[in-house]
């Protein structure tokens, strides 16, 4: 019980206590019985005030004394509208909510029925003011006061600046001020949304609130008010333009049509159906809506534009994804005599816009060619599938096959379309940045302060991302080292938040590692003897061992067919959606704690050798994905699985609902599931029945 | 206790109000026994509070608050009746009321907590809207609830208290950033709350043992994996076999 203390009552108090419950039990059933035939005279409203003197919380008690103001004000509407007397009944309404307040200055019944009794427009709102500043003087965080400030300054009228001049003062009193830097924020969110498009403006406010809250930052470092602000103000700081950032294929390339089934790697396999679809991928530097074939353009010889539907890969906001993509079909009559060119126009139409309100204006194109492969129409039906093998020494590092003509085409891809870059952002944002990266090491050369760590590493993160969008830097370099270092730094000084820096950090890796081509290089390598018949040889990215806990911005991977992230601390695979190509996957020994972690994979359609052993599925009785995936729960799938045909396999749709979700769209060739707590034979069988496609499941031969 | 109009209030004779509504649902969701109640009676009350806006009154008296409409959807999501209210209008108001940290208050405009945080990720999970937050930017927000005593607040700059391991945590859970805490730490801080003479469990140690904080620090332990408990669901607040029974029972 918040603020008593705990001591075993002696005789006495026990004894008073229980008097105490029988008091107020009497008083409750005499309140009831006044409720229920709804008698309102004068003793009667005394017993409830009474009440609600002593338990406050005693709601009924609440609706009981607004029936009794207007059974009043009914009365005296049929006679004359004394304003006197309706005043003098609300002022005692006031006056009960004012002890009652005291009693429990967080009663929510309490600051509600004041409410009610202004919003009737008798009261004084002056009075209320007074009020207010008088509580807000003893507690400056009771959010009811705040609340109830809100409600009594829109009934006045009063102006967000003069608001804001409020939140000023109450800071200036105490910087630690939580309460009055959140108001602060959503009153300037507020005029900027006013004031409308005057950037000039906004930018001069934005600059000003950097220096107030330098000020709390300096006095005390540690208080956490100041820097969540300061956040925001990043935050706003860096609002830019959406653009887009690559695609698949990428411009300027020209391809053999890479197939959705994986026919590449596998020629031997009977594909699944005759179309010939190949994916289009579009990655925007942010998530935008708006996507569709007005105002994103395909002219091909063989395809209508009409007829393409661009699907969002990742829900996120309202619809918004980062990622957008579209199959494309080759019609039958397409052969390997002929390239097929296709033209795509980003952005024709200013339509496309991101969650932050700004559009799309800069119109890209992408223009690449297909050619089809004369080995198209051979699949010779029910070879053997050779397993698919993760060791070391089915890989050859990228040095040995420097020459490989199609290592360097994939290499190739990796150059983003030029013309995105330019206009999108802003030279004021790096101006700031730049400045406040500044402050901030003042400040850590005579504090050792954690969030103001957190905040260098960030800021220096948004600092680098404002320079790969090409804005003109000063020759200002990126030092992932020392962005790096800070994490590190963090991980030591506050270890109880250890896995939210590694978390960060795993971005910071990943960029760093796809920063330049020179550095994915280093984690290219060639499956495959470039002499074997089988397999074309293939080039995987190898990003295992490297402590990586999450996936992040793929923009610079989008050609990647196979991908090893074993050996790391991966618990989300939150990214993967947008990697097409992926045929192969690797994710084992990792901290993948259930099946519903894996629903990224759901949209890649190439799928067919996936590696999730050594995980921890099975081991955990909370699923934290469960939220984030769709699921009965959370009213996001329909309730027609057939699930029946799997029943006879002993499985319980209770227990497996999330294989049966996750696993009845994916057409994979080889599965290892093994070292999971899950795993058992029911699972096992369930598994080949729900993917007729599986041949190799933990090494075991379908037959 | 029901009152003619289809909702429950707090005990016999007491006016009826959506909170003991959906304590009254999920009393009898635990014992199986939802078929006692008049279904369409009981989601008509309500459903019949939604406003205009998509936000929820918490009763006749128009009281709104992101409270209720966590209890709105959570009732009706365990009656099977969600198609009563307009679902996207009570997400947009509930987007409305999220903050530029990341939070959510009880109205737009009101500060974040971690009581109305708990009640909005909820929402927003039941009806399949989470990827409407900020996880990394909320779960920054609710990680450094975390004290150096190991216990967990609810808003910066105010002591922990046993309550928010329910309210935090579920939340963590919900958007997956729950490895962002030290769950250890926490476990040993719920524990030094109980009164080990005569039962029970306080907001924090040596403060006085009441219901309400035992049910907080036992759900709170659940949710940590702590050994001998039965799991508990972050966005309903059952055990987690109920809500299966209920979600995917024939």
Redesign the interface.
Known sequence: MHGIYRKTPSQDEQEASALKAIELRDLQSQFLHLHHNKIYTKEALETSAKLLEVNPEHYTGWNYRKLAVQHFLNHQSETEADSESIQSVLNEELKVVENALKKNFKSYGAWYHRKWVLSKGHSSTDNELRLLVKFQKLDSRNFNAWNYRRFITMLKKISDEEELQYTTDMIYDNFSNYSAWHNRSVLLSHLFEKRGERQSHKESVLEEEFEFVRNALFTDPDDQSGWFYHLWLLDQTVKLEPFLLSSWPPHGSSRSVDYLDGRNLFPSMHSLSKDRMFPLVLYFSEPVEGVNSSTVTIECEYYANEDVIWRPLSANKFGFSQVWFTYLNLPDEVHSLKDCHVKVFVAQFPDIVSSSGFSCSQTSHIVFSLCVPSHDREHAEGQTVPRFSWKDKEFYSHATQSHDASLLRSLHQLKIAEESKSKAASDWSMKIISNEIAHCRELLSSTNCKIGKLTLARLLMAQNKLISYGIPNDGIEVHYEEILGLYHDLMKLDPVHICCYEDESSLVLLKQVTSSMESILRYCYQYGDSTSPRMYPCLCLRLNGLSLSQIGSVERLLWIQMLDLSHNKIRSIEGLEALQLLSCLNLSNNKICSFTALEPLRSLKSLKVLNISYNEIGAHAVNTRRYLCSSPMTHTVENDWNFKEFTNSGVKLTNHWDVFFIFRDLNLIQLDIMGNAVVNDQLKSFLFKLMPSLKWLDGENRN | MSVCAGGF??NI???P?LLYTLSAIQVLALFDKIEVLDIEKVSNYIAGLQNEDGSFSG?M???V?TRFSYIAICSL?LLHQ?DKINVEKAVKYILSCQ???GGF???P?????AGQIFCCVGAL????S???VD??LL???L??R?VKS?GLNG????LP?VCYSWWVLSSL??????????KE?LVKFILDCQ?K??GGI??RP?????VF?TYFGVAGLS?L?YPGLK?I????ALP?DV???I???N
């Open positions: 209030g707090g004779g007491h006016d109000h009763d008296w128009g009281e608050d999501a969600l903050n530029l940290d208050g009880c109205t405009g009101a500060e974040s907590h999970a039941i009806t399949g989470l990827h409407h996880e990394d779960g920054w927000w990680c450094e975390q190991g808003r910066p700059e105010k208290d859970i919900m958007i997956d950033r729950v490895h962002w805490i030290d730490k009164d003479e005569n306080s907001d040596d403060d006085a043992v009441d904080h949710l994996e799991a669901d972050p966005a309903y987690v809500i299966n029974r979600f995917l029972g």
